[in-house]
């Protein structure tokens, strides 16, 4: 039986008189690739930063791989060590080389010595096709080829859980290929993913299980065929005829 990785529930967020998450609860399990869709401004990527506390729930309990993330006296630094954020703009650190923006996080996050985090860069930037560009600096690089490294920084720690906040929204499509291929073959190896996207190719292929975000709560979730092949809540029937009408028009 697969363990829950992630346990989600009645999560709260407010920002002043907004209240954006309103008892969100959900499970994810090791191996799942949870897609999570909503139109924009309905939460997600405050939930996505919630689960780790970079914004901080005003309700509700987390746990990851048994950690009980909101716990006044949690751990945090030890659960900044089993998760990873890759984001839509790919935060990497201008002035550092390729090599340095995946080394950073292991040298001081997790005190690995330098030439050993050198080691496991070398490999995860193998692992996205990204070895003749160790040396460069992120400007140098393709928006493909950048959110690739921020792929690679986030594997390089070897995370029990990566998050993924609309990885490719700030692509060119051809672009946008490139890095779905990349998290396909994640999903392949078994990783643990929980992905926020409106790719719908994306999440037919690469992802399991899918949960719409809408009004403050999940109003719909299962596996990906199921989901996207009989939406049942309103919203999500047209939330997925937006995004199929989108994919229609003319390039
Ligand atoms: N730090 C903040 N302070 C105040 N309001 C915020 C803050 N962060 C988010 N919000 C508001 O909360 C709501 C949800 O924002 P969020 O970014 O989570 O949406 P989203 O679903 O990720 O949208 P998108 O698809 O456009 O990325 C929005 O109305 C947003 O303006
Ligand atoms: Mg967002």
Known sequence: MPKPILKVRDLHKSFGDLHVLKGVSFDVYEKDRVAILGFSGSGKSTLLRCLTRLVEPDKGDIWIDGIHVTSPNAPLDKIRKITAYVFQRFNLWPHLRVID?????L?????????EAEKIAEKVLRRVGLEDK???YPGELSGGQQQRVAIARALAINPKIIFLDEPTSALDPDLIAEVLSILDDLAKEGRTMVIVTHELDFVQDAANRVMFLYNGKIVEEGPTDEVLSKPKHPAFRRYLRRLLHRLEKPV
């Open 101 to 105: 923006n995946v080394t950073l996080a």
């Open 134 to 136: 160790m040396y460069n």
């Open 107 to 115: 040298r001081i996050v997790h005190g690995i010595p330098k030439e």
